[in-house]
C-alpha cells in the first residue's frame, strides 16, 4: 500500500506541481519544422502576463482586507475556506516564465535580454505574492522536472533574498537591443520595467522590515538601492489594461453584469472609516465618493457588516459603478501613493532622511490623484488628517491600497490598520484576520517529507500561524 502511495503521489506531482519536466531526446526524429511544438517566447510571455487579472481580483484577499463584505453568502468573509493551492501557479505562469528564460538563452536574438529580465521580473512577483500568501514555498528545488519531484519548501528569507538578487540581475539585463514580445503589460517599454522592477524590489525590502537587525540590513540596504528607481507619481502608477470584450475584461464586470452577482459590498469597515466625523452623505474622506456608490435614490453611504450574511443588497453601497460595471477598470499593481507611505516609514525607521509628515501628505494625495479626486477636497482632507506616527501611515495606506486586496492584506499583517477591524465568528482562534493561507489539502500527500519539515519550521498549517516576516 505503500508502494501505491508513492506511485501515486509522483504521478501527482509530476502532473500538478512541477511540469515543466525534462523528456527524452529523441533529436530531429519525427520532428514536423511546419508545425513547431514549442510555444514562442512572445506567446509564454503573454500568457504568464494573463495570470494577472485573476490574481489582483481576487474576491478572498480583498475580503481579508475589509474592503469588501458579503452578501447573503457569509463564508468567504468568515475564513470558512482553509487550504489554497499553489500548484496552479507552477504549472502555469511561473512555467511558462521559465521557458521564457530558457527559450531566449538557448537561441538568443537582440531582444533576448530584455525577455529574460521581464520575465524574471514577472517571476520574482508572483513568487513573493506566494510566499507571503503561504510562507515556505518551494524555491530553490522548484521547476526541476523529474530531476526533482519532491522540491523543499524554503523559507521566507531563502525565498526573499534570493528574488531580490534575482530581481537585481534582471534590472541589470535590460539594454537597448529590442523589446520583448508579448509585453501586454508595458508594451514593450524597457523603463517601464525598469520601474516595475525598483518598485518590488522597495517593497519587498520594506516588508522585511521587522526583520532588518537579524538580517544585518539587507532590507534597509536593498531598500535604498531601489527606491530611486521606483514609481513616485499617479501618472507612473502600475496597472493591468483591461479590453472591451467578454475574454480579456475586467473580472468586477464579469461577475456583476456577465453572471448577475451582488455577493460582494461596501463593508461597514472602511465605509465608516472614511465617513470619520463627516456624515454618511458628507463623508470626511472624499475618496469615498470615488470609491462606492450611495444607496439608489439617495446620497448614503452604507457599508455591510463584515462577517455575517447581509440579505437585503439594496440597504447597502457597492463598489463604484465606474468599476463593476466597466469592462475595462484598471486593476493596479503598484501605486505611486504605495511608494510614499513607504518613503514617510522608511523615515520613521531611520533607513532614510526626510520628512515622515511630508511623504505621508504626499502618499494620500497621490492616492487623491490616482482616484480623481478634485484639488481642494483632497487639499481639505489632507488637512483634517495629519501625520502623526505610524500608526497613521497604517491606516492611510490602507485606505490608498483599496481593493489591492493582497497588498493591503500584507502590509496589514505587517505594520497594522484601523482600530475597527473586525473579528468574525471564524475559525481564528488567536488573530483578527488571517495570517497566511494553508497548502492544499493534497500537500500532504503528495510531497509528506517536505511539507512536514515545513510545518515543524513554520508551525501549524492553518490560517493563524504568523508568518517569519510579520513576527
Known sequence: MKKITQKLSLLAVTMLLIVSCETVDFGNINTDPNNPSTASSSGLLANALKSLPGHLTQTTSILYA??????????????????????????????????????????????????????????????????????????????????????????????????????????????????????????????????????????????????????????????????????????????????????????????????????????????????????????????????????????????????????????????????????????????AAQIQFSMAEAVELGWMTGSAAAFYNAGIQESMTQWGVDAADATTFIASAPYVDMQSIAEQKWVALFLQGYEAWAEWRRIGGPATIVKPATQLQGTDIPQRQAYSSSTPNINEENYNAAIAAQGPDDLDTVLWIFK
Open 66 to 335: 475589509q474592503y469588501t463584505a458579503n452578501g447573503q453568502y457569509p463564508d468567504e468573509s468568515k475564513y470558512v475556506d482553509l487550504n489554497w493551492s499553489y500548484y496552479g501557479w507552477y504549472s502555469g505562469a511561473l512555467k511558462d516564465l521559465q521557458a521564457v528564460v530558457a527559450t531566449n538563452t538557448d537561441a538568443p536574438i537582440p531582444s533576448s535580454n530584455n525577455a529574460i529580465a521581464a520575465a524574471t521580473l514577472l517571476r520574482a512577483y508572483y513568487l513573493h505574492n506566494m510566499t507571503d500568501r503561504w510562507g515556505r514555498i518551494p524555491y530553490t528545488e522548484a521547476l526541476l522536472g523529474l530531476d526533482d519531484t519532491f522540491p523543499a519548501l524554503d523559507s521566507q528569507e531563502t525565498v526573499y533574498r534570493g528574488l531580490i538578487g534575482e530581481i537585481d540581475t534582471a534590472l541589470g539585463m535590460i539594454d537597448n537591443k529590442g523589446n520583448p514580445g508579448g509585453d501586454i503589460l508595458f508594451e514593450g517599454d524597457m523603463n517601464r520595467w525598469k520601474q516595475f522592477g525598483n518598485t518590488l524590489k522597495a517593497i519587498m525590502a520594506l516588508r522585511m522590515s521587522k526583520r532588518n537587525t537579524e538580517m544585518s540590513d539587507f532590507p534597509k540596504t536593498a531598500f535604498n538601492q531601489a527606491i530611486g528607481g521606483a514609481i513616485k507619481s499617479a501618472s507612473d502608477n502600475i496597472s493591468y489594461t483591461f479590453l472591451a470584450d467578454d475574454n480579456n475584461d475586467n473580472p468586477w464586470q464579469d461577475r456583476f453584469v456577465d453572471d448577475g452577482r451582488t455577493d460582494w459590498l461596501m463593508s461597514d469597515v472602511i465605509v465608516d472609516y472614511m465617513i470619520g466625523s463627516g456624515s454618511d452623505t458628507d463623508p470626511q474622506d472624499p475618496r469615498l465618493h470615488k470609491y462606492a456608490d450611495p444607496l439608489v435614490g439617495t446620497d448614503r453611504y452604507v457599508g455591510a457588516d463584515y462577517g455575517v450574511g447581509n440579505d437585503l443588497v439594496a440597504n447597502y453601497s457597492l463598489i463604484t459603478t465606474d468599476i463593476i460595471y466597466s469592462q475595462t477598470a484598471p486593476a493596479y499593481l503598484f501605486t
